[in-house]
């Protein structure tokens, strides 16, 4: 059993950045693709980016309104990752989640790719 768990959430102003953090226990993870999704008020969840890695090595995806501004990564030990968000604005102010899917397989933008999932976090960017 994978869990993972969201840190770094907060408030910020417009323009200013936040690291999440996502750190999975249970199992590693070198393997599994990871995502983070956001959920606003309202509104449906939502593909952020993720990172998959293959036998030719790692591969990035990003949705069309954080691509430039946000980045994903993942540490040496490939059991913590992360999203770097600048240029932070009103619009991203949701609840983040990240994700793991065991499947090399699946659309990376689908939630329901995803397997596991931590309890969220919350960004808040004030204008």
């Known amino acids: 059993q994978v869990q993972l768990s969201e840190s770094g959430g907060g408030l910020v102003q417009a323009g200013g950045s936040l690291r999440l953090s996502c750190t999975a226990s249970g199992r590693t993870l070198s393997n599994y693709a990871m995502g983070w999704f956001r959920q606003a008020p309202g509104k449906e969840r939502e593909f952020v980016a993720a990172?998959?890695?293959?036998?030719?090595?790692?591969?990035?995806w990003y949705a069309d309104s954080v691509k430039g501004r946000f980045t994903i990564s993942r540490d040496s030990a490939e059991n913590t990752q992360y999203l770097r968000m600048n240029i932070l604005k009103p619009e991203d102010t949701a609840v983040y989640y990240c994700?793991?899917?065991?499947?090399?397989?699946?659309?990376?933008?689908?939630?329901?790719?995803?397997?596991?999932w931590g309890q969220g976090t919350q960004v808040t960017v004030s204008s």
């Open positions: 990172l998959r890695r293959s036998w030719t090595g790692y591969s990035w």
């Open positions: 994700a793991a899917a065991t499947s090399s397989s699946g659309s990376v933008y689908s939630s329901e790719t995803y397997d596991y």
